[in-house]
């Protein structure tokens, strides 16, 4: 399966106009933004959406007539993005004549068939074609947790880089979600060259573009499983997660790790009904007092 992983923009716009754009374009997958009080990388001000999704705006240095605001959606907020929300928000920028800078994007490839040991192997051996810097200790990357728990259950991770942290290109391969996972990180001014070209074409054609672009910057020759990946683009499984209920999902683990002990010793206390009667009222009185923009798109779940 093939997927956007991470999207991050500048848009040489002010706040209010990039809020125009967020509601067209991400509002209904992300809900709407909420202003965090504070500011972080040279921005004075965040507002964050569903599922870690920021924008960050009123850079420190920005003049009045020369506001920009940076978007930054990590890899679950991707998820519950429709691909075709990427190029048709470029498609709006440039048709209105909006300056702006896709500053990375993470491109997923999920299970390959080939795993983080082997790919680590072949890309420190005679078999790789690219332009990376061997003799850079930053460019070929192992790390393993041998009793770390993956997603699926399996004990034992690994993951391997190739590409420094600083390049515009870099690729990890890692089996932490269970199957193996590649990614594809572009970054500055080759993200925004590499994503014009990937979202000028059809979804269906995506996967075909990009792994050119993958080829461009590390290849292997005399590699089976290399040939397979990189020859065929599997059919598409695009699965898109609801943000809303994986926020009020995310809600209920923090109850399990962080309240439940808590409750279960306030309610021996007190007893059962009496218990119930005094949260009750805790209940009441927060849902008077609390602040509802920060959680207004979770609260469209209520009936």
């Given at each position: 399966?093939?997927?956007?992983?991470?999207?991050?923009?500048?848009?040489?716009?002010?706040?209010?106009?990039?809020?125009?754009?967020?509601?067209?374009?991400?509002?209904?997958?992300?809900?709407?933004?909420?202003?965090?009080?504070?500011?972080?990388?040279?921005?004075?001000?965040?507002?964050?959406?569903?599922?870690?999704?920021?924008?960050?705006?009123?850079?420190?240095?920005?003049?009045?007539?020369?506001?920009?605001?940076?978007?930054?959606?990590?890899?679950?907020?991707?998820?519950?993005?429709?691909?075709?929300?990427?190029?048709?928000?470029?498609?709006?920028?440039?048709?209105?004549?909006?300056?702006?800078?896709?500053?990375?994007?993470?491109?997923?490839?999920?299970?390959?068939?080939?795993?983080?040991?082997?790919?680590?192997?072949?890309?420190?051996?005679?078999?790789?074609?690219?332009?990376?810097?061997?003799?850079?200790?930053?460019?070929?990357?192992?790390?393993?947790?041998?009793?770390?728990?993956?997603?699926?259950?399996?004990?034992?991770?690994?993951?391997?880089?190739?590409?420094?942290?600083?390049?515009?290109?870099?690729?990890?391969?890692?089996?932490?979600?269970?199957?193996?996972?590649?990614?594809?990180?572009?970054?500055?001014?080759?993200?925004?060259?590499?994503?014009?070209?990937?979202?000028?074409?059809?979804?269906?054609?995506?996967?075909?573009?990009?792994?050119?672009?993958?080829?461009q910057f590390i290849d292997f020759v005399q590699t089976d499983w290399w040939a397979v990946f990189v020859s065929l683009a599997y059919k598409a499984d695009l699965k898109i997660s609801a943000a809303r209920r994986v926020s009020l999902s995310r809600m209920e683990e923090w109850f399990d790790?962080?309240?439940?002990?808590?409750?279960?010793?306030?309610?021996?206390?007190?007893?059962?009904?009496?218990?119930?009667?005094?949260?009750?009222?805790?209940?009441?009185?927060?849902?008077?007092?609390?602040?509802?923009?920060?959680?207004?798109?979770?609260?469209?779940?209520?009936?």
């Amino acid at each position: 399966m093939f997927s956007i992983h991470w999207f991050a923009v500048t848009i040489h716009q002010d706040f209010e106009h990039v809020k125009m754009i967020w509601s067209e374009f991400f509002s209904l997958g992300l809900g709407i933004l909420v202003d965090k009080g504070h500011g972080a990388r040279g921005y004075k001000q965040i507002s964050e959406a569903l599922l870690g999704a920021k924008v960050y705006y009123d850079h420190v240095t920005a003049k009045d007539d020369k506001q920009h605001c940076h978007i930054e959606l990590p890899g679950s907020a991707c998820e519950a993005v429709l691909p075709s929300v990427f190029p048709d928000l470029v498609n709006y920028l440039l048709q209105n004549g909006i300056r702006f800078s896709i500053k990375r994007v993470d491109f997923a490839f999920d299970g390959v068939d080939f795993t983080p040991r082997e790919f680590f192997e072949a890309a420190k051996s005679d078999k790789l074609v690219s332009l990376v810097k061997r003799e850079n200790s930053k460019s070929f990357r192992w790390f393993e947790s041998p009793f770390e728990r993956r997603e699926n259950g399996e004990v034992g991770t690994s993951t391997a880089y190739v590409g420094a942290p600083s390049s515009d290109r870099m690729v990890r391969v890692y089996d932490s979600r269970g199957d193996t996972r590649l990614e594809f990180q572009v970054r500055d001014e080759r993200a925004h060259v590499v994503c014009l070209d990937v979202f000028a074409h059809p979804w269906a054609e995506w996967e075909y573009v990009l792994k050119a672009h993958l080829r461009q910057f590390i290849d292997f020759v005399q590699t089976d499983w290399w040939a397979v990946f990189v020859s065929l683009a599997y059919k598409a499984d695009l699965k898109i997660s609801a943000a809303r209920r994986v926020s009020l999902s995310r809600m209920e683990e923090w109850f399990d790790r962080q309240v439940v002990v808590a409750l279960s010793v306030y309610e021996d206390v007190w007893g059962h009904a009496d218990a119930q009667h005094r949260l009750d009222r805790l209940v009441t009185r927060a849902r008077a007092t609390r602040d509802r923009s920060r959680y207004m798109s979770v609260l469209q779940l209520a009936g």
